[in-house]
């Protein structure tokens, strides 16, 4: 699947027409002291080489090809990307345009996109070769041939993580080599398993039908998983008692948590389970993922425990059944709630290709209800995680709930097939209701009492 369709033909001929025109009297808006800065600030960290953008606007040679569909999408809010509901909450990682940011954009295009005098351009911003964080320590997965065609279903890799002391990481990326063949890779932190053998990937194996939907009842994780050779390895086994660690999915940026004042730990001797679903791409193509951590100088005195968790009923196909043609399904929702006092600092909503909105909703133990996060225009291509600008300090006793709809018709454009009927599972074509979030609280808390969730086949929890 084509992630990337923003700069293609159809933004292109959607620029014709002007939203806005350039006074007479307004001086001329050029690249280098106008537009470059605007373009540091909001689009260089995926539009640089090396990135996930398909283009790179690091230079007005590079950029100005682009111009009209530049205006078109920042006109349309299509781009950057970003979709939280601008009543609910505020976000450091807001990546939305200021009106002003828009304005100056569409009046440079508009007015010819000049260049300008390069003496006026900021000096460049000194990217990471290779990686958004300046990783201390890198783990890297061993190569995998991913096939031209078919279904690969989830794999699973265990290598040592070489941690020879707990340790405390501030940030964590997650880098895929080939994203347009990576639907994710999700990180799972454990202790060691002598049944699990390193390096060896093991595939969780299902029924489908013949169009390649997961059998009622049967899309989720499987008992056992298998190698290449048919061993058969304990699911349970594979991933341990714990959940997801850190994630690559589109659009999602490194897990860094210096932002939030903490650090996560891992602790000695742990292996790191790379949780790898492979998409083919029509040509095979040789997958190396890596892992970046930037390590604690110090023992820090919060720490950042991430939760993952679907509806208990998901893999219930009486419960979780998306009807056809139905554009506004709801969920059975998640809940939970909060045994500690805590800090809600990040959420992340994930579904597949039918998803529609998402809303994470605090009720607190005085009676009062807010809503954390609310994103009514759910994108598949770009799942963000939503830092909070001020964490949400959360009392004993605060129940959290989310709420998500998916829309199962022809109206969606992303909707693989109207007409099936859509279970739980975990390719594309299935869905999943899984809201992450990340809670930051003192360090000597243990991860296990922080919250009580109703937790499904994806698992819930964390270090």
């Not at 200021?98 to 006026?120: F, H, I, K, Q, S």
């Not at 194996?205 to 290449?228: C, E, H, N, T, W």
């Not at 219930?316 to 506004?328: H, L, S």
Request: charged fraction near 20%; aromatic fraction near 10%; charge should be neutral.
């Amino acid at each position: 699947m084509n992630r990337w369709i923003v700069f293609g033909a159809a933004v292109l001929a959607a620029s014709g027409a002007s939203v806005h025109t350039q006074n007479a009297t307004s001086p001329v808006v050029t690249f280098h002291r106008d537009v470059l800065p605007i373009l540091q600030k909001r689009c260089q960290p995926c539009h640089r080489p090396g990135e996930i953008a398909p283009v790179s606007f690091l230079t007005y040679d590079s950029t100005r090809p682009w111009a009209r569909a530049i205006k078109a999408a920042v006109s349309s809010k299509k781009m950057p990307p970003w979709f939280a509901d601008a009543e609910y909450g505020h976000f450091a990682n807001d990546r939305s345009l200021a009106p002003a940011e828009v304005d100056t954009l569409v009046r440079w295009v508009d007015g010819g996109a000049v260049a300008g005098d390069p003496a006026d351009a900021p000096p460049p911003v000194s990217w990471p070769d290779g990686w958004q964080i300046k990783p201390d320590y890198v783990v890297e997965a061993p190569a995998y041939t991913i096939p031209g065609s078919g279904t690969v279903e989830w794999g699973y890799i265990t290598v040592p993580g070489g941690f020879a002391r707990d340790t405390w990481v501030t940030s964590i990326e997650v880098r895929p080599q080939h994203r347009e063949a990576v639907h994710h890779v999700v990180i799972y932190i454990k202790s060691h398993s002598p049944d699990v053998p390193y390096g060896v990937p093991l595939w969780d194996q299902k029924q489908r039908d013949a169009k390649g939907a997961a059998v009622p009842g049967q899309g989720f994780l499987s008992a056992m998983a298998v190698d290449d050779a048919g061993r058969k390895v304990s699911v349970d086994s594979i991933l341990g008692p714990g959940g997801i660690e850190a994630e690559w999915v589109p659009g999602v940026p490194p897990n860094d948590y210096r932002v939030h004042r903490a650090a996560k730990l891992i602790p000695a001797g742990s292996d790191l389970v790379f949780q790898v679903h492979y998409t083919p791409v029509g040509k095979p193509v040789t997958e190396v993922t890596k892992i970046g951590f930037t390590i604690a100088t110090e023992e820090p005195t919060r720490r950042f425990v991430t939760y993952s968790a679907q509806p208990p009923s998901i893999a219930d196909p009486k419960v979780f059944r998306i009807p056809p043609g139905e554009a506004n399904w709801q969920s059975p929702p998640v809940e939970g709630t909060f045994n500690v006092d805590a800090e809600l600092v990040w959420m992340m909503p994930h579904m597949h290709l039918r998803g529609k909105d998402m809303r994470y909703t605090l009720q607190y133990p005085d009676g009062r209800s807010e809503v954390a996060l609310s994103v009514s225009r759910y994108d598949f291509k770009w799942q963000i995680g939503y830092d909070v600008a001020q964490s949400i300090k959360v009392t004993k006793g605060t129940k959290l709930r989310v709420d998500a709809h998916f829309d199962n018709s022809a109206a969606n454009k992303a909707n693989p097939d109207p007409t099936a009927v859509v279970y739980g599972g975990t390719q594309s074509w299935d869905e999943m209701m899984n809201p992450f979030f990340g809670v930051v609280v003192d360090r000597t808390i243990d991860p296990k009492r922080i919250i009580s969730m109703g937790s499904g086949p994806a698992g819930s929890g964390g270090h």
